[in-house]
């Protein structure tokens, strides 16, 4: 059955059927931009042990009130070098940033601000009146304390997350598995870069940009080979690719059905496979199923063969899930039918579209300059938007949205823009 849906139902129908991936362990040089897949709270009271912020002197804060004569000097405290002396009264050590507190001593002074006489071991402060009870002195637990979850599985880890398992001691992480994502390219018509295409051949485009679309938003591509026009040819490839993927994308042969053959092995290999046609140019035909449904669910998208239309379909639909295969997908899968974000902008240039689709246009989006206070965002369609235009979404980092039931818009109007 065919059925005419908007963007919204297939992406919400898609998403339903997906779960999660499992975790790995990984080491942190490896953990930039993964996403967490276990809690991380804090192994103990931060800091550990109170420590000086500054190079100075450690002192006893009721010996500097009213009064004040100089300070016996006893041992000093470094970094990785704890004084093993108390500071008693009258007394003060040396400290560097980042060494213990001796202890008796409360507050530190910067060695700036006092005078220090070698020959009989004294420190003079230059103005004890203006010195803070306790300052300089970081303290025991006041960054965090003991068993505090400070990151929540989820999030995507960046560097300053890698610096905190770090410093928790933690050689390896858990992060939810990136998505193995295996392209299919099927045609007698498709060779690869490399081989000059004949006459009648093209080539194989798509497998590259979904490649290169699925690495950037954090999956792990691999190309098959292209498998020509022949039913066992073709239904190797899939068996192939859904062997080792965590999903499966494929482009072309999406507009006929009934003389192609990609169809009914996906098909097959899917035990019945969605077909839609979706309100949204580029992209009309999109079909979607799950492979292995019960041992190793493998889900299966069918793009269409316009080098546009894989551009806007990977964003619209494989982007939310990769999102929520690799477990980043808080967002998606709380509201899978909603509308990605967008923003209103200024159309910089005339356009005319279908009335019937929901339009996506590729192009630049020049945000205003920091004197343009309340003004919008320009949206530049780049000329030529048609489906099969390779250099139409070259640098495009935005879709300006026709809705459904406009035909034209003129320069100035306002246009919805999805960021790239
Ligand atoms: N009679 C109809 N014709 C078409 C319809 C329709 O509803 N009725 N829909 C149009 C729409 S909309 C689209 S989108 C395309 C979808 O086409 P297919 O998915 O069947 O794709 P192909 O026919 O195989 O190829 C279309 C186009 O894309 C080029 N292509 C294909 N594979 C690659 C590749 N790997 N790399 C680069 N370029 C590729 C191919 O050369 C074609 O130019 O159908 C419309 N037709
Ligand atoms: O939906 Mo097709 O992508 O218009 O060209």
């Known amino acids: 059955m065919q059925h005419f849906i908007s ?70 405290s470094a970094a990785g070098a704890p004084s093993e002396r108390e500071v008693g009264p009258g007394q003060a050590a040396r400290i560097t940033t ?48 003991a068993g505090e979850v400070i990151l929540e599985p989820g999030v995507r880890l960046g560097a300053a997350d890698v610096g905190l398992l770090a410093g928790f001691g933690r050689p390896m992480v858990n992060v939810t598995r990136k998505p193995r994502v295996a392209i299919v390219s099927t045609g007698d018509e498709l060779v690869d870069p490399g081989t000059p295409p004949g006459p009648a051949q093209i080539v194989n485009s798509n497998a590259y940009l979904l490649a290169a679309l699925v690495e950037e938003y954090g999956g792990v591509a691999q190309i098959l080979p292209i498998a020509p026009d022949d039913e066992d040819a073709i239904r190797q490839a899939f068996d192939a690719a859904i062997a080792g993927a965590d999903l499966v994308l494929s482009s072309g042969g999406m507009s006929v059905g009934e003389f192609d053959l990609t169809r009914p092995i996906v098909d097959e290999l899917t035990g019945g496979m969605h077909f839609w046609k979706i309100r949204i140019k580029p992209g009309k035909p999109l079909a979607f199923g799950v492979a292995r449904a019960d041992t190793a669910p493998t889900p299966l998208l069918g793009l269409p063969g316009n080098p546009n239309a894989c551009f806007v379909g990977f964003h619209q639909f494989v982007r939310p899930a990769l999102d929520l295969l690799s477990g980043d997908g ?91």
């Open 7 to 76: 963007v919204e139902e297939a992406r919400e129908r898609i998403l339903a059927r997906l779960t999660p991936l499992g975790a790995e362990r990984v080491f942190l040089a490896q953990a930039a931009g993964r996403i967490l897949a276990e809690p991380i709270a804090a192994p103990a009271d931060t800091p550990r042990f109170a420590h000086s912020s500054r190079d100075g002197f450690a002192l006893r804060f009721q010996d500097i009130q009213g009064e004040t004569g100089a300070l016996e000097l006893v041992g000093s």
């Open 98 to 145: 980042g060494a213990p507190l001796p202890g008796g001593a409360d507050t530190v002074v910067m060695l700036e601000y006092c005078s220090v006489d070698a020959a009989a071991n004294l420190l003079t402060l230059d103005a004890p009146e203006a010195v803070k009870m306790a300052q300089w002195v970081r303290q025991v637990g006041e960054d965090m304390a």
């Open 330 to 420: 808080a967002q998606v899968a709380a509201d899978p039918g909603a509308p990605l974000a967008s923003i209103p902008a200024t159309l910089a240039t005339a356009v005319k579209t279908t009335p019937r689709r929901r339009v996506y246009l590729s192009g630049r989006l020049e945000e205003p300059g920091p004197d343009a206070t309340g003004a919008r965002p320009i949206f530049y369609p780049t000329p030529n938007q048609n489906s099969g235009n390779l250099r139409l979404f070259c640098q495009a980092t935005a879709f300006g949205i026709v809705d459904e039931g406009v035909s034209e818009l003129n320069a100035g109007d306002e246009i919805r823009v999805e960021k790239l």
